[in-house]
């Protein structure tokens, strides 16, 4: 049987503020140790936005996707899946979301998410098959969403530079029914291949949100208990 490792939770030099590598060595990485594909999640909030020079809307997506872009470039090179993915923060709380099921054009036509909220996110989202995965929700100030909100909840996080309270987001997600994801939360090389999910067949283009959703025989990575 086939089992097939794909990260969910991955940060780029080139978006994230905090990511320390670049697109091509982290992909890389991944590939050298065994994973089948990668969603490039960088952060989307406020201030990346705000600090890009002035300019179109466009030109400001044009450099989120940088790190996505270089990611996919090197991805096609040595036979590894990249997947678009972002992890997004609303101006209301401090709460991160990794959302999929989206595409740049996606990006290009809604402008700044983040004024939308939770909720006004959720209704402009609901049908078109992106889906909403609460990242870290116990991670200090960070509160759960409201379960009619997301789909999901990363209950596992492998990033060794947070407490994360792994435990309590399964708790949660189990007590209300939600999906459940693992990720590594890369952003420095120590942080590769901590986590991710398992899937039995490798997931088409594209076809990262639908596999969430179906969940059917999907396995979680862990490294710790």
């Known amino acids: 049987m086939n089992r097939l ?19 091509s060595e982290g992909v890389r990485i991944y590939h050298d140790a065994g994973y089948a594909g990668i969603a490039v999640t960088d952060h989307y909030f406020r201030d990346f936005f705000d600090r890009q020079p002035q300019g179109s809307w466009k030109h400001k997506v044009d450099a989120y996707l940088k790190g996505y872009r270089h990611a996919l ?21 401090q709460n991160d979301y990794l959302v999929f099921g989206f595409d740049e054009d996606f990006l290009y036509k809604n402008s700044s998410l983040y004024e939308l909220g939770l909720k006004g996110f959720k209704k402009l989202t609901a049908g078109t098959g992106i889906i909403i995965v609460q990242a870290h929700p116990f991670r200090y100030g960070m509160i759960p969403a409201e379960p009619d909100l997301i789909d999901g909840v990363e209950v596992y996080n492998g990033n060794p530079r947070h407490d994360s309270s792994n435990h309590l987001a399964f708790g949660y997600a189990r007590e209300n029914g939600l999906l459940m994801i693992s990720g590594s939360d890369f952003h420095r090389p120590e942080d590769a291949a901590r986590g991710g999910i398992i899937s039995r067949e490798r997931i088409k283009p594209g076809g990262f949100a639908k596999m969430i959703l179906d969940n059917e025989g999907l396995g979680l990575v862990r490294t710790e208990p």
């Open 5 to 23: 490792k794909y990260e969910t939770h991955f940060h780029t030099a080139e978006t994230s503020p905090c990511g320390k590598v670049p697109a």
């Open 73 to 93: 470039e090197t991805g096609i090179k040595i036979g590894i899946d990249i997947y678009l993915g972002m992890e997004l923060r609303f101006d209301e709380n």
